[in-house]
């Protein structure tokens, strides 16, 4: 997450009213309060914490950052694209790049890149337009992993497996 600050501190040099919402808690939380307090961007980062409610924390949201270096089925960018947010995602193996075409339903850019990071979510500030439509081709993937389709590829995958 700590790139994902950096990046914002960069994005605030071109758009100061911007806001980043970080949601969950972990135990990095008292180490990024603190970069966030060395970079002097205290009052456009909050720490949101927990919520019950991810729907309509993501239905007001301008899009979803995720700067994992490394994870499987992103929940939380499947969660964001569902709700019609295009993604920012560092270009991880499996689940980024098989969610996100880059330029169309949200960026992807090489991990640990924060100046890239940055550049990107600069685009989604600077072109409104263009990341509304962005939310909304992000939001057909609500068809692609729809339960109804993921059980029938599970049932086929089982099916052929006891098979044989």
């Given at each position: 997450?700590?790139?994902?600050?950096?990046?914002?501190?960069?994005?605030?040099?071109?758009?100061?009213?911007?806001?980043?919402?970080?949601?969950?808690?972990?135990?990095?939380?008292?180490?990024?309060?603190?970069?966030?307090?060395?970079?002097?961007?205290?009052?456009?980062?909050m720490?949101?914490?927990?919520?019950?409610n991810?729907?309509?924390?993501?239905?007001?949201?301008?899009?979803?950052?995720?700067?994992?270096?490394?994870?499987?089925?992103?929940?939380?960018?499947?969660?964001?694209?569902?709700?019609?947010l295009?993604?920012?995602?560092?270009?991880?193996?499996?689940?980024?790049?098989?969610?996100?075409?880059?330029?169309v339903?949200?960026?992807?850019?090489?991990?640990?890149n924060?100046?890239?990071?940055?550049?990107?979510?600069?685009?989604?500030?600077?072109?409104?337009?263009?990341?509304?439509?962005?939310?909304?081709?992000?939001?057909?993937?609500?068809?692609?992993?729809?339960?109804?389709?993921?059980?029938?590829?599970?049932?086929?995958?089982?099916v052929?497996?006891?098979?044989?």
């Amino acid at each position: 997450m700590d790139h994902a600050i950096r990046a914002f501190a960069r994005v605030l040099r071109r758009y100061p009213a911007a806001k980043l919402e970080i949601w969950g808690n972990g135990d990095q939380k008292i180490e990024l309060q603190k970069l966030v307090q060395e970079l002097g961007i205290t009052g456009n980062v909050m720490f949101m914490g927990w919520t019950e409610n991810a729907g309509r924390v993501l239905r007001r949201a301008t899009a979803s950052i995720v700067v994992s270096k490394y994870e499987g089925f992103s929940l939380s960018l499947q969660e964001a694209q569902v709700h019609g947010l295009p993604v920012v995602s560092y270009k991880f193996r499996y689940g980024a790049k098989a969610m996100i075409c880059n330029g169309v339903n949200g960026y992807l850019v090489p991990t640990a890149n924060i100046e890239e990071l940055a550049d990107a979510m600069i685009k989604i500030l600077k072109y409104p337009m263009r990341t509304r439509l962005m939310g909304m081709i992000a939001s057909t993937n609500r068809i692609l992993f729809s339960k109804r389709r993921v059980y029938k590829c599970w049932e086929r995958l089982i099916v052929s497996v006891s098979s044989r």
